[in-house]
């Protein structure tokens, strides 16, 4: 029996889930001063005590009504059939010597849940190739959807990665009566909700991805680190620039330590994961509530990992959700070694500390204007993510 608290607050379940499931969020970051525990006890009953459903509104940009109310039925991933085929490539595919995707069904077939489950045989099949150096191809068509997975060694000086451990699949959703099988056609507005559901997806769990073929990096080094900063709390925050750094354990990574160091050891720094994303904030001590600069003491830093495909327009590029969360505890807490990332190359010596530029915005870029960001696809549920100038769908 589910423990209930007596002044639980009845949250609407369906709006709950659907929004921890557009969040992109790991489970550990949503209800960071709990257990996972806690929120699956959420997801599974609909209950929260009142301090934990302030904290989960919070978490997920809304307010706590927002979250009693109903979502509406095109937007909601139950919408989507719950039973899926999955057919492995090995069957269709004989240019490459693939592994099986399958792992258990009937000639290179299998029935199973829908891919953006909690428990999805995607996720499965990605982490039976290990944990690092994972590419991802995404394709599609009227209503398949199709998975490639690969690892890839560390790449060379000049030239693409080798890449090894194919395996893939194709995938749609189908109705089942009795022994008798049969497709389940998708609206548009369900295929564009799970073509943004596999994105998220793919850059919260992969370190190369490829759409419809295009692949835009050869090697993780090859994205940059876009920073934003913002001053004033929160619910008041302003836009004062941008700053494009090389790579995520060179120079982005010494100007942040600078950054940091640099602060009144009074000043609390705070990280957590967010869309695709980290944010870190900087909040100024109760001492200076009274001060008339408070609003601009408070600040806070967003960093995500880009494609820059060209002048000024960027594609969001794939950043693990776990090397994310690593990421964030080691900030937090100030332990600099945890505070770089598998899959990156690390600079060492070549590194020219002199020349980092440090975390601040860059003036080129603030004369030239807002960079355009680019979602890789223009949907609701990724622009709503989005509140900031600069997103160009």
């Keep these: 029996m589910q423990r209930r608290f007596s002044n639980a607050i009845k949250l609407n379940l369906a709006t709950v889930r659907f929004l921890v499931t557009k969040s992109g969020l790991p489970q550990k970051s949503i209800l960071p001063s709990h257990s996972t525990k806690t929120l699956q006890r959420v997801l599974n009953t609909g209950y929260a005590s009142p301090a934990v459903a302030h904290q989960l509104a919070q978490r997920l940009n809304v307010t706590l009504d927002d979250l009693q109310r109903d979502t509406p039925s095109d937007n909601w991933p139950d919408a989507l059939p719950q039973l899926w085929l999955y057919e492995d490539l090995t069957q269709i595919d004989s240019t490459e010597r693939w592994i099986s995707f399958i792992s258990s069904g009937f000639n290179g077939l299998a029935l199973d849940s829908s891919p953006i489950s909690a428990i999805n045989p995607l996720t499965q099949a990605l982490d039976r190739i290990g944990r690092r150096n994972r590419s991802v191809v995404l394709r599609r068509t009227a209503q398949d959807f199709q998975l490639e997975i690969r690892q890839f060694h560390e790449a060379p000086k000049e030239g693409p990665?080798?890449?090894?451990?194919?395996?893939?699949?194709?995938?749609?959703?189908?109705?089942?009566?009795?022994?008798?099988?049969?497709?389940?056609?998708?609206?548009?507005?369900?295929?564009?909700?799970?073509?943004?559901?596999?994105?998220?997806?793919?850059?919260?769990?992969?370190?190369?991805?490829?759409?419809?073929?295009?692949c835009e990096a050869q090697h993780p080094d090859d994205y940059k680190v876009l920073v934003r900063f913002f001053e004033g709390e929160p619910?008041?925050?302003?836009?004062?620039?941008s700053r494009l750094y090389r790579h995520l354990n060179g120079d982005f990574r010494c100007a942040l330590i600078d950054y940091i160091e640099s602060m009144d050891t009074t000043t609390r720094i705070s990280a957590h994961s967010t869309?695709?994303?980290?944010?870190?904030?900087?909040?100024?001590?109760?001492?200076?509530?009274?001060?008339?600069?408070?609003?601009q003491r408070y600040k806070t830093v967003r960093v995500n990992l880009v494609q820059?495909?060209?002048?000024?327009?960027?594609?969001?590029?794939?950043?693990?959700?776990?090397?994310?969360?690593?990421f964030t505890t080691g900030v937090t807490s100030r332990k600099w070694k945890d505070c770089w990332h598998h899959g990156h190359s690390y600079p060492g010596q070549d590194l020219d500390y002199e020349s980092v530029p440090p975390l601040a915005p860059d003036p080129a870029l603030e004369?030239?204007?807002?960079?355009?960001?680019k979602c890789p696809t223009p949907t609701d549920a990724w622009l709503a993510l989005w509140e900031t100038t600069g997103v160009d769908a």
């Design 367 to 373: 004369h030239n204007g807002a960079l355009r960001i």
């Design 308 to 326: 820059e495909v060209s002048r000024g327009e960027l594609h969001i590029a794939p950043w693990r959700s776990a090397f994310r969360h690593t």
């Design 161 to 214: 990665p080798n890449f090894f451990f194919p395996m893939g699949c194709r995938f749609f959703p189908v109705t089942r009566t009795g022994d008798s099988i049969s497709r389940t056609p998708l609206t548009s507005k369900q295929i564009d909700f799970m073509w943004a559901s596999l994105h998220s997806w793919a850059l919260n769990n992969t370190d190369l991805l490829s759409v419809d073929g295009a």
């Design 235 to 241: 619910a008041k925050q302003t836009l004062i620039g």
């Design 275 to 295: 869309f695709a994303g980290t944010e870190i904030e900087a909040m100024p001590s109760l001492r200076y509530l009274n001060e008339p600069d408070w609003q």
